[in-house]
């Protein structure tokens, strides 16, 4: 029944969900059934089961899980600017894939939910990285097991939320409003800012925050990030991948009205 309800409601382009298309309800399904979604949801289980099964004391586990809250967000754009804005990875023909996957192929289409999650085989390892060292070094196993279902969890929310920056949706609280309009920006008008999804205070900190379009000069790249047809041609190896060469502005939904 979910599979004939996405169907009737014309919110595939091709194998992908088309944010643009869908409305809140209908993210809502696919959202709760999306594969990397029920995934995450398995392992945060499987985190918190394991620290019930090996816990010993409140307060590692409470302190583990704070640190994650305040250290994710900095990691996050840690990662997000300097790695997936950075032009290195599509420089070698070995990382190209990658760097397509995990953000070019968003920044072309924004629309497009298949491309917006990152891949398992990526964030996975990667949300280890992070929180597992945090949680052991502050209370052994179960704390590590706390943090890393920390990680998952705020994973989880943060997706959520990208999801609603790009959906035709307007939002009635006003905090989600202006997340969404900061979001925007940062697909639609310049991709060199405002590089956080739920929280700006590490582009306030690094002064890459900016309010609305005057506060920013319009940038070229904010839909290629640099990789235009120059770029491609000593560097084709994500275009051979893509089959066509870079946009300049993305497929699919009217890029001025998830903008309200």
């Not at 643009?20 to 993210?27: H, I, R, T, Y």
């Not at 029920?38 to 409140?58: G, H, K």
């Not at 235009?228 to 300049?248: C, F, L, N």
Request: aromatic share 14%; hydrophobic share 40%; charged share 15%.
């Amino acid at each position: 029944m979910i599979t004939n309800t996405l169907k009737n409601s014309s919110i595939r382009t091709g194998r992908s969900f088309d944010l643009g298309k869908m409305n809140l309800s209908q993210l809502w399904i696919a959202y709760l059934t999306y594969p990397t979604i029920l995934l995450y949801f398995a392992l945060i289980l499987c985190s918190f089961t394991v620290m019930a099964y090996t816990y010993t004391a409140f307060v590692p586990v409470a302190v583990s899980i704070g640190a994650v809250m305040l250290v994710y967000p900095m990691v996050w754009y840690a990662i997000h600017r300097f790695i997936l804005h950075g032009r290195f990875l599509y420089r070698m023909k070995w990382s190209a894939s990658l760097w397509k996957r995990i953000h070019f192929d968003h920044h072309q289409d924004p629309h497009l939910l298949d491309v917006l999650f990152g891949s398992p085989l990526n964030t996975i390892p990667t949300i280890a990285v992070v929180t597992i060292p945090i949680g052991y070094a502050i209370g052994g196993m179960p704390a590590s097991a706390a943090a890393f279902g920390a990680g998952l969890t705020i994973t989880c929310i943060y997706e959520f939320f990208h999801c609603i920056q790009h959906l035709n949706y307007k939002p009635r609280m006003n905090w989600i409003q202006r997340m969404k309009q900061r979001h925007v920006l940062h697909h639609f008008h310049n991709e060199n800012g405002n590089y956080g999804i739920t929280s700006f205070v590490a582009d306030r900190l690094f002064r890459s925050y900016y309010r609305d379009a005057r506060g920013c000069p319009r940038s070229p790249t904010v839909f290629n990030l640099g990789y235009d047809i120059k770029e491609a041609q000593h560097y084709p190896w994500v275009m051979e991948e893509t089959g066509s060469p870079p946009r300049d502005r993305p497929d699919g939904a009217n890029t001025t009205r998830n903008a309200a």
